[in-house]
């Protein structure tokens, strides 16, 4: 959590580390005219772009470079920003950011730019995380959500939700205050069909922002077998190049091999696994050790065995040592050497996908069906980025409006879940959030930003 005072001056260098040809200082707060004035001889008019020395106390050359000044509140923090644009060296940089902290700024911490424009209401809680979903972002379909998200998409669906239920509750309330009367104002205010209507709105902002959590998150694969099925040669066919070596040698691959890919605009993190088999090679038995780790954290674990082999007692094993939670799929691989179709099949409650990681034949098949068990949805125009808390606040409104329905006879516990549900909505722009969570949100961005 961020405990330095949001009354600091705060500066830093907001491009990214190493050298480039341009590097940025930015500054933040009151001493920002008095900086300009130290630095540049003197502060230039709000918004204009100045060409001018930056020079250190005894008036020797920094650097030579822009110089913009904007005023409260019409800045990114809402507060007086300086920044100053010069040549991209470490050192330079390095430089100019001591100069400012020497004139009475200090070093600002991480997100800590961002958070006084959401402390300001430049920006609202979701949006201001989607300032770092769009530095992050690792496809060009996770940057499109997180830019829709940076300028108020997902803000503006949940907000007009938050509307809907805000003067539902004040409905509701209002008929506790006429509890004699004999006029049901719960039927005829239609407040069943209303709370079903905005279950079905919630519906839809959750889709899209399960969506967006996938194209920012991704899938995380791990490919888990006995040695010599192909873990590796699927590796690489997924991943298009050779990031694993393949020999017919057993115990080839001892440690995790995590590749980093995208199907469709959605991360795939994939891990290549030590083949699981009874073996006295120390070296080996840690690499086995670290196969199990990784099912752990895994969505989906991909199960290879040789389709000519089929699944025996070692391949059940196997099964049973994985997570009950964690999604499997049977990959009976090598069908170019047992002369079978590639295709999916469900036997038994498992699904079985038969392909070859040589020739690649089926691999369109489990690229289809890996998307298809995460919703993934063809059609990501409107998709919003969003992150797992707020998929937890939206299915929390979700529970919440189904109690509702339940108890749509009592307006007193109507009332109370509708208001619920209105304070778990809030926490997703920023009305309701403790700042605690604030903290951990903003701890996660880089400095500078």
């Known amino acids: 959590m961020l405990n330095a005072n949001s009354q600091d001056t705060i500066a830093a260098i907001a491009t990214a580390s190493g ?44 650097d030579r470079g822009i110089a913009i000044y904007y005023s409260a509140p019409h800045s990114y923090t809402g507060e007086d920003v300086l920044e100053l644009q010069g040549h991209g060296g470490t050192a330079l940089m390095q430089i100019l950011l001591a100069r400012c902290l020497e004139l009475g700024a200090r070093q600002a911490a991480p997100g800590e730019f961002t958070r006084r424009a959401y402390l300001n209401d430049k920006l609202d809680l979701a949006q201001a995380e989607a300032v770092a979903d769009v530095i992050n972002a690792a496809t060009t379909e996770a940057a499109k959500s997180a830019v829709r998200s940076l300028t108020g998409a997902f803000s503006d669906v949940v907000n007009q939700l938050l509307a809907e239920l805000i003067n539902l509750r004040l409905y509701v309330e209002a008929c506790l205050d006429f509890p004699e009367e004999e006029i049901d104002f719960i039927t005829q205010g239609r407040v069943a069909e209303k709370i079903s209507n905005n279950q079905q709105v919630l519906e839809n902002i959750f889709s899209k922002a399960q969506q967006g959590v996938l194209l920012r998150d991704g899938i995380h694969v791990v490919l888990i077998g006995q040695p010599n099925v192909g873990k590796s040669s699927l590796m690489n066919a997924l991943s298009g190049e050779e990031v694993a070596i393949v020999t017919p040698i057993a115990g080839t691959t001892r440690d995790t091999i995590k590749s980093e890919i995208q199907i469709n605009g959605v991360p795939l993190h994939v891990i290549d696994t030590a ?59 090598k069908i170019d050497v047992s002369l079978e179709e590639p295709r999916v099949e469900v036997m038994e409650g498992s699904v079985h996908l ?18 298809s068990l995460v919703g993934y949805q063809q059609n990501t125009e409107g998709v919003f980025m969003a992150r797992a808390r707020h998929l937890d606040a939206l299915k929390k409104v979700r529970q919440h409006l189904v109690n509702a329905c339940s108890q749509i006879n009592m307006a007193e516990l109507v009332a109370e879940e509708l208001r619920l549900a209105q304070e778990a909505l809030s926490s997703i722009t920023g009305e309701f959030t403790p700042d605690d969570l604030l903290g951990e949100i903003f701890s996660r961005f880089c400095i500078g930003k």
């Open 275 to 333: 083949g699981l088999r009874d073996t006295e090679d120390e070296v080996e038995k840690i690499g086995i050790a670290r196969t199990y780790r990784a099912t752990e954290t895994a969505h989906i674990a991909l199960i290879l065995i040789d389709a000519a082999h089929g699944i025996g007692d070692k391949e059940k094993a196997i099964l049973a040592r994985l997570p009950h939670e964690i999604t499997k799929i049977w990959v009976h691989n």
């Open 19 to 62: 050298a480039g040809g341009i590097g940025i200082v930015r500054v933040s707060g009151a001493l920002c005219q008095y900086i300009a004035d130290q630095i540049l001889g003197h502060c230039p008019p709000p918004r204009y772009a100045a060409y001018l020395d930056f020079k250190q106390a005894d008036a020797t050359l920094i």
């Open 354 to 371: 038969f392909l070859s990681a040589k020739t690649g034949l089926g691999l369109d098949l489990l690229k289809t069906h890996l998307l």
